[in-house]
Nanobody, 121 residues
Framework: QLQLVESGGGLVQPGGSLRLSCAAS????????IGWFRQAPGKDRERVSC??????RTNYADSVKGRFTISRDNGKVYLQMTSLKPEDTAVYYC????????????????WGKGTLVTVSS
């Protein structure tokens, strides 16, 4: 059982930055493909970014390309978010898949409880 914990959410003004962290309680995420997802009120959950466990390849939703960066360090996974917009407001979840490569939402094995990001002036 992998317990994922997200942190780093909060209230930020448009144009600001936040860094989200995803950690596994008592374990490392080095051998897991990790995805960041978000769900805004009244909307479906969408994948924002993913990093695979083999070569560290990454991918991003078109809506966040050039603004968000996913990375790994010391067994954790981070999502650096810059130039934030009000439409980035959502609960952000990290999810883990025991695989070399990222697949879709249905392929994720474990989910965190989420951290709220609010972008507002």
């Amino acid at each position: 059982q992998l317990q994922l914990v997200e942190s780093g959410g909060g209230l930020v003004q448009p144009g600001g930055s936040l860094r989200l962290s995803c950690a596994a309680s008592g374990s490392t995420l080095d051998y897991w493909a990790i995805g960041w997802f978000r769900q805004a009120p009244g909307k479906d959950r969408e994948r924002v970014s993913c990093i695979d466990s083999s070569e560290g390849r990454t991918n991003y939703a078109d809506s966040v390309k050039g603004r968000f960066t996913i990375s790994r360090d010391n067994g954790k996974v981070y999502l650096q978010m810059t130039s934030l917009k009000p439409e980035d407001t959502a609960v952000y979840y990290c999810a883990a898949e025991y695989s070399y490569y990222c697949s879709g939402e249905a392929g994720m094995d474990y989910w965190g409880k989420g951290t709220l990001v609010t972008v507002s002036s």
